[in-house]
């Protein structure tokens, strides 16, 4: 299986603030690496696909690269609305694995 | 896209767990569909996919328990999952899986939470 490491697990940040998420493959995945956003008791939602890609209808400030193994997301200017929680995704192989998350929380 | 789980809430030890997932507004048809489920000591765990054509793939943490199956003259697609313990509690996802390898996991069920336990 390939494992994904994210880091941080836990972030706080205020509203304003610009932050990064990095996401890390065991092996190369093709950049096939997609980030979601969960909310307490909500199911997650897409945010990013294919490292870069913004999904339809999710906000400009939500950006992501990297290449190989290694990838970030980055959110900048931080809105109330966007504490959550983060995963990445890799759909390269099965089974397709998740990071373990990192939650975002107001400073 | 709607994806809406149902099923027992409540399954006791050494049962079956049994979801079906419904889906509305496109066709089940030519796509991939997956069951994913989530407890705090876990995270995210993907369970298994089904594409419509009935080909299959399941995760080898659980394969010998697992099946999933597809009626797309309902659209609908269901997991079992055999032999449960109190480690299979948790909250059950069934999501679109698009084209398979390569495209992202959207949209996904609301979840539904599943407690194994006499």
């Known amino acids: 299986d390939v494992q994904m490491t994210q880091s941080p697990s836990s972030l706080s940040a205020s509203v304003g603030d610009s932050v990064t998420i990095t996401c890390r493959a065991s092996?190369?995945?093709?950049?096939?690496l997609n980030w979601y956003q969960q909310k307490p008791g909500k199911a997650p939602e897409l945010l990013i696909y294919v490292v870069s890609n913004l999904q339809s209808g999710i906000p400009s400030r939500f950006s992501g690269s990297g290449s190989g193994t290694d990838f970030t997301l980055t959110i900048s200017s931080l809105q109330p609305e966007d504490f959550a929680t983060y995963y990445c995704q890799q759909t390269f192989s099965v089974p397709c694995t998740f990071g373990q998350g990192t939650k975002l929380e107001i400073k | 896209v709607q994806l809406q789980e149902s099923g027992p809430g409540l399954v006791k030890p050494s049962e079956t767990l049994s979801l079906t997932c419904t889906v509305s507004g496109d066709s089940i048809s030519g796509y991939y569909w997956t069951w994913i489920r989530q407890t705090p000591g876990k995270g995210l765990e993907y369970i298994a996919y089904?594409?419509?054509?009935?080909?299959?793939n399941y995760n080898p943490s659980l394969y010998s328990r697992v099946t999933v199956s597809i009626d797309t003259s309902k659209n609908q697609f269901s997991l079992r999952l055999n032999s449960v313990t109190a480690a299979d509690t948790a909250v059950y996802y069934c999501v679109k899986w698009g084209r398979g390898y390569g495209t992202p996991f959207d949209p996904w069920g609301q979840g539904t939470l599943v407690t194994v336990s006499s």
């Open positions: 089904i594409h419509s054509s009935g080909s299959t």
């Open positions: 092996q190369t995945i093709n950049n096939y």
